[in-house]
């Protein structure tokens, strides 16, 4: 067993800091639609409707299937459901 920390879990998941950052990212678009479905009460049927994609696709979102959406499909997706994304970039710690 190691002692090794990390900052956080993609920190010790992934084997690159770029790679850890970019799902970081990914991982709170992915809340942000999320909790913007819950708040709506859309179903499955309906956010897909109003995101533009399919109902499978809705399922994998909120099952937290990371690895199937990019950063620029989970932006696209928050402008669908009338959401902004705004960015902050800071030094890394």
């Given at each position: 067993m190691s002692d090794e920390t990390f900052a956080g879990i993609?920190?010790?998941?992934e084997d690159r800091p770029a790679d850890a950052e970019t799902m970081r990212l990914r991982?709170?678009?992915m809340m942000a639609l999320d909790r913007q479905i819950r708040t709506k009460g859309w179903t499955q049927a309906e956010a897909a409707r109003r995101l533009?994609?399919?109902?499978?696709?809705?399922?994998?979102?909120?099952?937290?299937?990371?690895?199937?959406?990019s950063i620029d499909t989970l932006v696209g997706m928050l402008t669908e459901a009338?959401?902004?994304?705004?960015?902050?970039?800071?030094?890394?710690?």
């Open positions: 993609w920190d010790a998941i991982a709170s678009l533009g994609v399919t109902q499978p696709r809705i399922s994998d979102l909120l099952r937290g299937k990371i690895t199937l959406f009338g959401l902004r994304v705004e960015m902050r970039i800071g030094e890394a710690a």
